[in-house]
């Protein structure tokens, strides 16, 4: 995955010397720009620069709150621009701002934030924006999983939840039914019992996963779900120097073993991370399917059968299981540097935001989950859950449990990199080419090393 190591390289060639820029910047930001007032009706309206990966039928939700943003008063003009890729906005992101070009906003994914988070000086803080100018705003504000993973030691949030979604499990009720299965499975065991029913009435693949992220769906969530630590330092929250990844423990080697031994038989299906496997549910070939809740819009359009929508499985006699998922997606960063008249627009903006209306029609126009509980209220009370009941499953698992210290998220630096390195472990133990247990050693081993340039980098 080219851009993940693109990103890598800006911090590594900028060094500290964009560091202390970034802190020069911040520093001028939070002395002068402040406390400016914001732009007068009369005048022309000041413009925000919103940098999103957002397009198709996300870029026009996406365009319909920012049009009701702008239309609702008359000091600020928000303009999104589509950039491309998660990675390509963290790249670009990284690199406008050490040219004095940044955006007001940018949208970054969920494995950049450990690497916006640690470079100091680089964004303003959207709680210390929000009480800046008297906006009502906290982390309570946010549902269990989305709050969590973007929220600082302190219990503040630097970045605003946005576009936020879980893995579900996707279950083709056809197939299920043709073998003799009444549900979905909950637990492991009993998909690898499920596997063979399948294949004993001719369902020859009985489970894919993220084509891209199976990193997300399988290692990370997987931890999170079942309650498993995912790294040392309660996943990177307490600090980065010394951080160690935790791939290969026994429940994570068996897991994999177990999908590997599904590979062998061609029951569990992944091509890699640049191939969707989208079509291997939508079009019938394997009978579930660990895919992001914000998919279920474009399953539902593909998809010529009934389907259902559950929670991911969980390990088998776990105690912890099941804990809590955590979102996948992105935050909104306002950056430093700006013009002194653009902070109060950027924070006025994000408060519209994360209004119950607004996350009620984000939610129900894109698939992702309502980030607000103010935006669940909207969506509770307008009966969209009772005739969408499929939307509700993420947000239980979101907030099955209140999360503990170590299931709030995954706070990594360079976790784009780490995410490569994990995929290419998958790719070796799917082929056969080695055991679980040798590449999650292989890769855990390699993630370290990329943890500890990280923490010589941007350790303090």
């Given at each position: 995955m080219r851009d993940s190591r693109q990103v890598r390289r800006?911090?590594?060639?900028?060094?500290?010397?964009?560091?202390?820029?970034?802190?020069?910047?911040?520093?001028?930001?939070?002395?002068?720009?402040?406390?400016?007032?914001?732009?007068?009706?009369?005048?022309?309206?000041?413009?925000?620069?919103?940098?999103?990966?957002?397009?198709?039928?996300?870029?026009?939700?996406?365009?319909?709150?920012?049009?009701?943003?702008?239309?609702?008063?008359?000091?600020?003009?928000?303009?999104?621009?589509?950039?491309?890729?998660?990675?390509?906005?963290?790249?670009?992101?990284?690199?406008?701002?050490?040219?004095?070009?940044?955006?007001?906003?940018?949208?970054?994914?969920?494995?950049?934030?450990?690497?916006?988070?640690?470079?100091?000086?680089?964004?303003?803080?959207?709680?210390?924006l929000m009480a800046q100018y008297h906006l009502p705003f906290a982390t309570s504000d946010f549902i269990g999983g989305a709050a969590s993973y973007y929220e600082t030691a302190g219990d503040q949030l630097d970045s605003l939840p946005f576009n936020s979604s879980t893995p579900v499990l996707y279950y083709n009720k056809t197939l299920l039914a043709k073998a003799g299965i009444a549900a979905p499975p909950a637990t492991w065991d009993q998909l690898d019992a499920d596997a063979k029913a399948l294949?004993?009435?001719?369902?020859?693949?009985?489970?894919?996963?993220?084509?891209?992220?199976?990193?997300?769906t399988d290692m990370e969530e997987f931890d999170m779900w079942n309650g498993y630590q995912f790294a040392s330092q309660d996943n990177g929250y307490q600090g980065t120097k010394g951080v160690k990844l935790m791939l290969d423990t026994p429940p994570m080697v068996a897991h994999w073993s177990m999908l590997g031994q599904l590979a062998k038989k061609d029951q569990y299906l992944w091509n890699g991370t640049t191939n969707s496997t989208v079509p291997l549910f939508s079009g019938g070939t394997c009978a579930m399917y660990e895919q992001s809740s914000a998919d279920l819009a474009t399953i539902t359009a593909a998809a010529k059968f009934p389907f259902g929508v559950a929670s991911l499985p969980t390990v088998n006699g776990d105690h912890n299981a099941p804990q809590n998922t955590v979102v996948g997606g992105a935050s909104l960063w306002v950056l430093s540097g700006q013009p002194s008249a653009h902070y109060q627009g950027d924070a006025e903006f994000l408060h519209f935001l994360m209004s119950g209306p607004a996350q009620a029609y984000w939610a129900s126009h894109t698939g992702y989950v309502a980030v607000t509980n103010a935006g669940v209220k909207v969506l509770d009370q307008e009966n969209f859950y009772k005739s969408h009941p499929s939307d509700l499953v993420a947000n239980r698992e979101l907030t099955y449990k209140a999360p503990k210290a170590y299931t709030r998220g995954i706070r990594l630096g360079y976790l784009p990199e780490i995410r490569d390195v994990e995929a290419a472990a998958i790719s070796?133990?799917?082929?056969?080419?080695?055991?679980?247990?040798?590449?999650?050693?292989?890769?855990?081993?390699?993630?370290?090393?990329?943890l500890s340039e990280f923490a010589a980098q941007y350790g303090g």
């Open positions: 800006h911090f590594l060639t900028a060094g500290r010397r964009w560091k202390a820029a970034a802190a020069v910047l911040a520093g001028a930001a939070l002395a002068a720009n402040l406390a400016s007032p914001p732009a007068s009706a009369s005048s022309a309206p000041t413009t925000l620069t919103w940098w999103t990966a957002m397009s198709g039928t996300n870029g026009d939700a996406v365009q319909h709150l920012v049009d009701e943003f702008n239309s609702s008063q008359h000091a600020y003009r928000v303009v999104p621009t589509f950039k491309g890729s998660y990675p390509t906005v963290l790249s670009d992101t990284i690199a406008a701002f050490r040219a004095h070009n940044a955006p007001d906003i940018a949208q970054i994914f969920d494995a950049g934030t450990a690497t916006i988070m640690d470079a100091n000086g680089v964004y303003q803080p959207v709680h210390s294949a004993a009435k001719g369902v020859g693949c009985a489970l894919t996963s993220s084509g891209a992220y199976v990193m997300w070796e133990v799917l082929s056969g080419k080695e055991t679980a247990a040798q590449a999650l050693a292989g890769a855990q081993a390699q993630g370290d090393k990329i």
